[in-house]
């Protein structure tokens, strides 16, 4: 009797020290929102920027009480990140987009998005397997340099679209907008796609089967989105859920586009791009066969969803940045972690240059009215609101320099830690520099 009664104390105690750092992060995204709120109406910060800050102080405090141990509340998981976080926010991307505009500039934004993509990735490849080898940095492989070009190709499209207003500038709203996920979508089947080929052994046959298995993801990924998003409104639209209950037609929205990521995932397609075209699809099908208060209900519920996502990922990155195990492995060696995150920089830089520009040119000799073409005031635009990287970045860093959630190896250690440098860097020099715009402005 006492060894059932010790076990059941051991049991509400593991249980109860689960429960405490999930209070306190809950607590913490509320009051990043509350006090994103406050800045944001003073136009000194907006609500990322705030879980970034609020996670960082967060870290230091952790790292104080813990004596240096530990500097977040919750371990960082692919699964919590890939499973769970980004499908609102991309599915509510694809549900909120104008079609309109999106639709109006489809071949741009893939152009931008697919094309543009895959030069940047090449452009960061090349430009890191020539500076890391020179540097000789231990432990990176060829997969290794062409994994780097995919992860810091991947732009931060939630952190983009909040220095561009819709109703000022909806052709540049719509380019950075679309380019944005299809760029997330398209650098995270370019990552898979290199996972699955064979670099021990690279030969003429390897870069067809690389193109290959990159156009079977992305297709095959954009018709399960649709086929998807066309069956949830056909099965709305015979079985009339509304004259019941609009708990059901919002419950069975909900998880149909929860549905068509996770068969993605299960055949092992790019589950991004799908939720995004499965938003699509039911905004403009499933959205219209629903009654009035389930349209109110799913667009603010999808809002929401995707919100609390967006400052749940910036909050954890602000505490990650100051995970004590991964400094310590590059602590003897500050200079060389200094100078991968500049030289990372200066590739994303360029990376995003090598396509803005010219694929705008020939984006533009296909136009034939003026204002249909992009200006190089827009290009410029173009280049500079996509420099941010952010979530996306950093859970495709995990994926291929973790092993087993740890980050011994130096080289490993380096380039998980320059990736939280990058994205840190980048998003708040980025939106810094948008703010002080708006304070000059008024």
Not at 313 to 337: C, H, N, Q, R
Not at 351 to 377: D, H, W
Request: charge should be neutral; charged fraction near 15%; proline fraction near 1%.
């Amino acid at each position: 009797m006492a060894d059932i009664l010790w076990k059941m104390r051991a049991m509400l105690s593991s249980d109860h020290s689960s429960v405490v750092p999930i209070n306190l992060f809950v607590a913490l995204l509320c009051a990043c929102i509350v006090i994103g709120h406050l800045l944001e109406e003073q136009r000194w910060m907006n609500e990322s920027i705030t879980a970034l800050a609020v996670g960082l102080c967060t870290g230091v405090v952790i790292l104080l009480t813990t004596g240096g141990k530990s500097s977040h509340l919750l371990v960082f998981s692919e699964d919590l990140f890939f499973i769970y976080l980004l499908p609102p926010i991309i599915f509510n991307a694809g549900f909120q987009v104008k079609k309109k505009q999106f639709f109006r500039n489809f071949m741009t934004i893939m152009l931008f998005g697919a094309v543009g993509t895959l030069i940047s990735t090449a452009t960061i490849s090349i430009g890191a397997t020539h500076f890391f080898k020179k540097m000789n940095i231990s432990s990176l492989r060829v997969g290794d340099y062409l994994a780097i070009g995919a992860i810091f190709s991947a732009t931060d499209s939630v952190c983009t679209l909040q220095v561009l207003n819709q109703d000022e500038t909806p052709l540049l709203y719509s380019l950075v907008f679309g380019e944005g996920v299809v760029n997330d979508a398209t650098s995270v089947v370019l990552f898979h796609a290199i996972q699955s080929i064979d670099l021990s052994h690279i030969n003429s046959s390897t870069a067809a089967e690389f193109l290959g298995n990159f156009l079977y993801l992305f297709i095959s990924s954009t018709i399960l989105g649709v086929v998807t998003g066309l069956l949830s409104a056909y099965i709305i639209k015979k079985l009339y859920f509304g004259r019941h209950s609009t708990d059901r037609e919002v419950a069975l929205m909900i998880l149909m586009a929860y549905l068509s990521y996770m068969l993605a995932e299960l055949f092992y397609l790019s589950a991004i791009l799908t939720v995004f075209f499965c938003g699509i699809v039911m905004s403009h099908y499933t959205w219209h066969n629903v009654t009035e208060s389930s349209r109110i209900t799913t667009k603010h519920a999808f809002a929401t969803w995707s919100f609390v996502a967006e400052i749940f990922i910036f909050l954890y990155v602000g505490m990650d940045a100051l995970d004590i195990e991964k400094w310590k492995v590059v602590s003897d060696s500050p200079g060389t972690s200094i100078m991968v995150s500049s030289i990372l920089l200066g590739l994303v830089l360029v990376g995003r240059a090598a396509f803005v520009f010219p694929l705008s040119f020939l984006s533009n000799l296909t136009k034939k009215f003026q204002y249909e073409k992009i200006g190089i005031k827009q290009q410029v635009t173009i280049w500079w609101a996509g420099l941010m990287r952010g979530a996306v970045s950093m859970a495709l860093a995990y994926n291929q320099f973790t092993r087993s959630g740890h980050t011994h190896l130096h080289g490993n250690a380096i380039m998980i830690t320059s990736t939280i440098t990058v994205v840190l860097f980048s998003t708040v020099v980025r939106q810094m520099n948008h703010l002080c715009g708006e304070q000059e402005e008024k």
